[in-house]
């Protein structure tokens, strides 16, 4: 089975300071990882994703990520954040083959304050 | 391009009454998802269907049902609603493959059962 722990249900940061949102996952084989953003009133849209190749990974808006297969960890950073990051984020894990459905982590609500 | 399409955007409904979600998407994709977000909990997938005709169940899906008759088009019933089912919910859409195709989502439809 395989499953998403996000560590942090809420992250509070003020405006331009860096930010790390954890991301663990479980998994005996090998999966792909993303990141989702859900702004207020809307859908989820793609943040960035691993499938393979170099374990460090950007995305849109000025994230990244890096996959840590030693300790099964998937973290979205910034270095520093706007206003307008303020959302949810979801981290997710498809296992490696066709068909099967995303998993989802519970979410972590990012606020950014001036 | 419209993308995913979910009709109504809001809802309230009486318990045990019935109702049909509707999802369209215009990418021609295979797969299509149908997700309630509850505070806290994250996503959590329902139903899903890989194919026009097929559908499968997801992690949550007493309650519901759904059709894919078409293509193009998912739908998401509750015959007897209840106040457990109070919830917003996401259509998502993608192509079959290696993973390196997201998750298009709608911009969600919020239920309220009373």
């Known amino acids: 089975a395989q499953s998403v722990t996000q560590l942090d249900s809420q992250v509070p940061v003020f405006e331009e300071a860096p930010v790390e949102l954890r991301c663990n996952y479980s998994s005996s084989v090998s999966v792909y990882l993303f990141w989702y953003v859900q702004y207020p009133n809307q859908g989820l849209q793609l943040l960035l994703k691993?499938?393979?190749?170099?374990?460090l990974v950007k995305g849109i808006n000025g994230f990244e990520a890096e996959f840590n297969k030693s300790q099964t960890s998937f973290h979205l950073r910034k270095p520093s954040v706007h206003i307008s990051d303020t959302a949810e984020y979801f981290c997710a894990v498809l296992l490696n083959q066709a068909g099967t459905a995303l998993i989802f982590g519970k979410g972590t609500t990012l606020s950014v304050s001036s | 391009n419209a993308g995913v399409t979910q009709t109504p955007k809001f809802r309230v409904l009486k318990t045990g009454q019935s109702m049909t979600l509707l999802c369209a998407q215009d990418m021609n994709h295979e797969y299509m998802y149908w997700y309630r977000q509850d505070p806290g909990m994250g996503l959590r997938l329902i139903h899903y269907?890989?194919?026009?005709?097929?559908?499968a169940k997801g992690e949550v899906p007493d309650g519901y049902n759904v059709s894919r008759l078409k293509k193009q088009n998912f739908l998401l019933g509750l015959e007897s609603a209840a106040p457990s089912q109070t919830s917003v919910y996401f259509c998502?859409?993608?192509?079959?493959?290696?993973?390196?195709?997201?998750?298009?989502f709608g911009n969600g439809t919020r239920l309220t059962v009373t």
């Open positions: 691993y499938l393979s190749g170099s374990t």
């Open positions: 998502a859409s993608n192509q079959p493959g290696t993973g390196d195709s997201p998750l298009h």
């Open positions: 269907s890989v194919g026009e005709g097929t559908t």
